[in-house]
């Protein structure tokens, strides 16, 4: 059974998001503000993560950017709020997903489980410049042993990329192969991943060698 960490200060939702996932047999630690949750987190290391951005006191970036300092797993935002900004900023403090509310329980259950369902793949190691890339291992190493840390889903995204031998691929064709959903998906979760990948694989992220952008079409890989 995974565990699920939810960090909620709406009673009605928090209960509701519990009794959804014990059904599915998640085991479920529910906290009401950031704090909580992060205490929860700090004691038991989720296998996944649904925040809240508005939450008294500490906010739900701070609780993500905590999470994100500490481990990999997954970071699911959700928020009333829609703006451009907040989902960027949501997103670069760590977030791997971003949901806006009103939603749909069984959409955020999808999510989850794509996101849990991700796997390092079978494809065969390759070389990004001065770094050595193991699908099969998860990892990423520069020349001098040095390991470059990427998120599961960064490193899903590189991966696809490789995978597609040089090829153009569509937002639309990433968030169905990365995310695991394709008409509820948003393009800012592409844009800003991709940047966070450009700042860890690239050596200038503002003059990317590697990961080009094809206007009006989408990203591939160089090699």
């Not at 691929?169 to 991943?193: A, K, M, P, Q, T």
Request: aromatic share 6%.
């Amino acid at each position: 059974m995974a565990r699920i960490l939810i960090i909620e200060d709406d009673d009605r939702i928090r209960t509701a998001l519990r009794l959804m996932f014990e059904g599915e047999s998640f085991i479920v630690d529910a906290a009401a503000s950031a704090e909580d949750g992060i205490a929860m987190f700090n004691r038991q290391t989720p296998a996944i993560a649904i925040i809240d951005l508005m939450l008294p006191g500490a906010n739900g970036f701070e609780a993500c950017r905590h999470i994100r300092s500490t481990c990999d797993i997954p970071v699911i935002i959700v928020s009333a709020r829609d703006d451009t900004a907040d989902v960027v900023e949501g997103l670069e403090a760590g977030a791997d997903d971003y949901v806006k509310k009103p939603f749909v329980p069984r959409e955020l259950l999808a999510r989850v489980r794509a996101h849990l369902r991700r796997r390092p793949t079978g494809r065969a190691a390759f070389a990004l410049g001065e770094l050595r890339v193991t699908p099969e291992e998860g990892t990423v190493v520069r020349s001098d042993g040095t390991e470059i840390h990427l998120t599961a889903t960064e490193f899903k995204l590189l991966t696809e990329l490789a995978g597609a031998n040089g090829r153009v691929l569509s937002r639309e064709h990433l968030l169905e192969h990365v995310w695991g959903y394709d008409y509820f998906g948003d393009g800012r979760l592409v844009d800003v991943h991709m940047r966070r990948l450009r700042a860890k694989v690239e050596p200038e992220s503002a003059t990317p060698t590697f990961i080009l952008t094809v206007r009006g079409q989408g990203y591939k890989l160089v090699l």
